[in-house]
T-cell receptor, first 111, second 113 residues
Framework: NAGVTQTPKFQVLKTGQSMTLQCAQD?????MSWYRQDPGMGLRLIHY???????DQGEVPNGYNVSRSTTEDFPLRLLSAAPSQTSVYFC??????????FGQGTRLTVV | KQEVTQIPAALSVPEGENLVLNCSFT??????LQWFRQDPGKGLTSLLL?????REQTSGRLNASLDKSSGRSTLYIAASQPGDSATYLC????????????FGQGTRLTINP
């Protein structure tokens, strides 16, 4: 059982480039979410999904898009990367009322 | 707006000691509370989940308590070991905005051999 898998683990982007961070889970969890972790700011919610076809914004959604076409996958798209998006990104999933499981993270640097 | 605070921000103790990490939250209307461990450069590992109807949960040397009325949770670590060194994060699921896990800033724990 792989749990929550994030790819890539590391990425360097130039300002203005776009990219997609991948997240997949094999636990049939309906809830999936993306967080970013920054020094002094802790973990903050970017976007979340309560099931295939349903997404909503979190605390810091600007500059990011998501979609949920399947239960397993929840990709996060950076439309036009900015240095302020340099961060560590975590994907999480859970069943309602149960514990959340996190991926190993994607460390993104925007130069 | 729910806010979660963890005190202290850092803690250093000798091996073998029992210790308590504290977590407080401002809105007592929560579904549950979860404790995580994060090693440097790694993801979050779930330690314990306490449902809102529960008072405590135990796993091995770890015991977490929850007092919703006072907005507090504690994580008790018995007989600490150097391998327990990590950052410990507390997070709550609110009833309002139930899909939004709100995190504290964490306590960085160092166990000295």
């Amino acid at each position: 059982n792989a749990g929550v898998t994030q790819t890539p683990k590391f990425q360097v982007l130039k300002t203005g480039q776009s990219m997609t961070l991948q997240c997949a889970q094999d636990m049939n969890h309906e809830y999936m979410s993306w967080y970013r972790q920054d020094p002094g700011m802790g973990l903050r919610l970017i976007h979340y999904s309560v099931g295939a076809g349903i997404t909503d914004q979190g605390e810091v959604p600007n500059g990011y898009n998501v979609s949920r076409s399947t239960t397993e996958d929840f990709p996060l798209r950076l439309l036009s990367a900015a240095p302020s998006q340099t961060s560590v990104y975590f994907c999480a999933s859970r069943l309602q009322g149960t514990e959340a499981f996190f991926g190993q993270g994607t460390r993104l640097t925007v130069v | 707006k729910q806010e979660v605070t963890q005190i202290p921000a850092a803690l250093s103790v000798p091996e073998g000691e029992n210790l308590v990490l504290n977590c407080s939250f401002t809105d007592s209307a929560i579904y549950n509370l979860q404790w995580f461990r994060q090693d440097p450069g790694k993801g979050l590992t779930s330690l314990l989940l306490i449902q809102s109807s529960q008072r405590e949960q135990t796993s091995g040397r770890l015991n977490a308590s929850l007092d919703k009325s006072s907005g507090r949770s504690t994580l008790y670590i018995a007989a600490s070991q150097p391998g327990d060194s990590a950052t410990y994060l507390c997070a709550v699921w609110g009833i309002q905005g139930a899909q939004k896990l709100v995190f504290g800033q964490g306590t960085r724990l160092t166990i000295n051999p």
